[in-house]
T-cell receptor, first 112, second 113 residues
Framework: QKEVEQDPGPLSVPEGAIVSLNCTYSNSAFQYFMWYRQYSRKGPELLMYTYSSGNKEDGRFTAQVDKSSKYISLFIRDSQPSDSATYLCAMINSGGYQKVTFGTGTKLQVIP | EAQVTQNPRYLITVTGKKLTVTCSQNMNHEYMSWYRQDPGLGLRQIYYSMNVEATDKGDVPEGYKVSRKEKRNFPLILESPSPNQTSLYFC????????????FGPGTRLTVT
């Protein structure tokens, strides 16, 4: 079993829809949670970062962490065609050394 | 502009022919790493470096070598490439090992025939 599980999609939604992207994990030592966005032919870029359980909002994006269920989500409101990309969840454990474990990514397409 | 650069961006080679993929960052970051990205497997760390002359294996180091002689450069060496090393490779850097955000290069698409 992988430490981080993420549905690869693809996920296709109409413009303006609310998108929900999710990851589950098995390692309870993960303490830092991130979402990266990767456009085609580009490297991943950090989109959201959270440390504790709860919600964090940034514009149209909301990151949610539920440590008790080992489940994280990224919500995109009023989705735009420019949001079409692959979204990778990533996690860091609580050790001093920064070892990042990535999900496999979910490919999102927003249809105009 | 602060960035991580990789060269070449695309490379097709044959089995056994040694190659080097270069990586350079202009942000004075201490920590650098190499990843490969494969469908269904996601990003997997190959090697990382915490600073000059300090490198260590990641999750999938077999068949790869690295060196860190200067802070800004972290080349990835495939001494005898094989077809199973066909992949998309990313170099990344971060200010320090305890920093959470990684800055990725644009990627190198390698095909080994």
């Amino acid at each position: 079993q992988k430490e981080v599980e993420q549905d690869p999609g693809p996920l296709s939604v109409p413009e303006g829809a609310i998108v929900s992207l999710n990851c589950t994990y098995s390692n309870s030592a993960f303490q830092y949670f991130m979402w990266y966005r990767q456009y085609s032919r580009k490297g991943p870029e950090l989109l959201m970062y959270t440390y504790s359980s709860g919600n964090k909002e940034d514009g149209r994006f909301t990151a949610q962490v539920d440590k008790s269920s080992k489940y994280i989500s990224l919500f995109i409101r009023d989705s735009q065609p420019s949001d079409s990309a692959t979204y990778l969840c990533a996690m860091i454990n609580s050790g001093g050394y920064q070892k990042v474990t990535f999900g496999t990514g979910t490919k999102l397409q927003v249809i105009p | 502009e602060a960035q991580v650069t990789q060269n070449p961006r695309y490379l097709i080679t044959v089995t056994g022919k040694k190659l080097t993929v270069t990586c350079s960052q202009n942000m004075n970051h201490e920590y650098m790493s190499w990843y490969r990205q494969d469908p269904g497997l996601g990003l997997r760390q190959i090697y990382y470096s915490m600073n000059v002359e300090a490198t260590d294996k990641g999750d999938v180091p077999e068949g790869y070598k690295v060196s860190r002689k200067e802070k800004r450069n972290f080349p990835l060496i495939l001494e005898s490439p094989s077809p199973n090393q066909t992949s998309l490779y990313f170099c990344a850097s971060t200010p320090s090992p305890s920093h959470y955000e990684q800055y990725f290069g644009p990627g190198t698409r390698l095909t080994v025939t």
